[in-house]
């Protein structure tokens, strides 16, 4: 069973769409991060969010922490095929020795 | 080394044969983790070392899983009478925070590009 549960688990758009994915979890997380991992490779941090409501930008993407810090957001503008991979998002209990992942979403990003 | 470094890249291995996944952290990185990653599924924890301890076992799912880092560097996972549920990508993760994992978000871990085994 998934603590963090991620959809949509597949998606595929067209160059230049928007696109949001979404993390939710029943349980509080002290900071929740997002991963891209490409195949063949180990995740690679994105971003880390640590306050309710808070919202990071980095370049086309944007991050949200949900303000009871139990789910996640990451919406992606004018995606581009270099963005496509596997986004996973992880949570982190305050000083737990965990990161708990959710499955993943696959995106595809066609030219 | 600049970055996380993982061997075999890739393993296939009899049912009941034992193998053993190696890890090189980055220099320096005091904490090192271990985790599992299914096909289709997110990495699932395994275990936790802060240099030479092991401060949590909990996600290793059997006895047959066994994990050491005898010098605080390199770790060893090794799987003992590997069974077909054990094909999965092996991930290790270093950090140079030493304290627990996440503290405000301030930990940062490195993966490596993951050891996949296949079990026949």
């Known amino acids: 069973t998934q603590l963090l549960e991620q959809s949509p688990q597949f998606l595929s758009i067209q160059e230049g769409e928007n696109l949001t994915v979404y993390c939710n979890s029943s349980s509080v997380f002290s900071s929740l991060q997002w991963y891209r991992q490409e195949p063949g490779e180990g995740p690679v941090l994105l971003v880390t969010v640590v306050t309710g409501g808070e919202v990071k930008k980095l370049k086309r993407l944007t991050f949200q922490f949900g303000d009871a810090r139990k789910d996640s957001s990451l919406h992606i503008t004018a995606a581009q095929p270099g963005d496509t991979g596997l986004y996973l998002c992880?949570?982190?209990?305050?000083?737990?020795?965990?990161?708990?992942f959710g499955a993943g979403t696959i995106l595809r990003v066609k030219s | 080394g600049a970055g996380v470094s993982q061997s075999p890249r890739y393993k296939v291995a009899k049912r009941g044969q034992d193998v053993a996944l190696r890890c090189d952290p980055i220099?320096?990185?005091?904490?090192l983790f271990w985790y599992q990653q299914a096909l289709g599924q997110g990495p699932e924890f395994l275990t936790y070392f802060q240099n030479e301890a092991q401060l949590d076992k909990s996600g290793l799912p059997s006895d047959r899983f066994f994990a050491e880092r005898p010098e605080g560097s390199v770790s060893t996972l090794k799987i003992q009478r590997t069974q077909q549920e054990d094909s999965a990508v092996y991930l290790c993760?270093?950090?140079?925070?030493?304290?627990?994992?996440?503290?405000?978000?301030?930990?940062?871990?490195?993966f490596g590009a993951g050891s996949r085994l296949t079990v026949l």
């Open positions: 220099s320096g990185h005091v904490s």
């Open positions: 992880a949570g982190a209990k305050l000083y737990g020795n965990k990161l708990v």
């Open positions: 993760a270093s950090s140079s925070y030493r304290g627990p994992l996440l503290v405000a978000g301030a930990n940062v871990l490195t």
